[in-house]
């Protein structure tokens, strides 16, 4: 069970981060984030969705056509962990290296919109681009911040994995205890 969650964790990890760093590479040059996104929080949920071949092939391979929820949470919830540690590394990399400015530009691209609003929109904001700035003054903060970004979607696939793939019966549904 362990390679299983390792391997396909790597699998979330590369789709997502490759996705990620492609996206970035994409919407960095022309400043359009707003599709970038979109695309993003996708390819997290297609990238998580390889949780269900994971504990699927267990579950049908190893365990006897059996897997109780918590035994596929626990695996699910692992990949998601994996695949988002992976994502965080990218993106510190990707930040530190490559995007020194993307807070500025970011917050530029925040405030531009926000000028079509009113004042209130506009005071919003600008609270909001402060916040976003103080979180990503330190590493931790910007750790903190990806990480709140990719894994509720991974918690969410989990559960939803879980609850599709769970079996408390062989597949001749002989009940087991």
């Known amino acids: ?34 599709g970038s996104m979109l695309l993003g929080f996708s390819s997290m949920i297609i990238a998580f969705s390889v949780m269900y071949p994971a504990i699927k092939g267990y579950r ?3 365990n006897n056509g059996i897997i109780s929820f918590g035994e596929a949470f626990k695996m699910a919830i692992t990949i998601a962990f994996i695949g ?12 530190y290296f490559f995007l020194p400015d993307f807070m500025e530009k970011y917050s530029a691209h925040i405030m531009a919109k926000a000028q079509s609003g009113g004042a209130a929109e506009i005071a919003a904001k600008t609270q909001e681009v402060a916040s976003m700035k103080k979180w990503y003054s330190s590493i931790f903060g910007v750790v903190f911040m990806t990480y709140m970004e990719i894994f509720p979607v991974g918690l969410i696939v989990a559960v939803v994995i879980s609850l599709i793939l769970k079996r408390k019966t062989t597949p ?4 087991i205890a």
């Open 84 to 95: 988002s540690t992976m994502y965080v590394g990218s993106w510190l990399i990707d930040y």
């Open 172 to 175: 001749d549904n002989a009940v």
């Open 1 to 34: 069970m362990k390679k299983n969650v390792i391997k396909f964790g790597l699998m979330a990890g590369l789709i997502a981060s490759v996705w990620m760093l492609g996206s970035m590479a994409l919407c960095y040059g022309s400043d359009k984030f707003e």
């Open 60 to 62: 049908d391979k190893h």
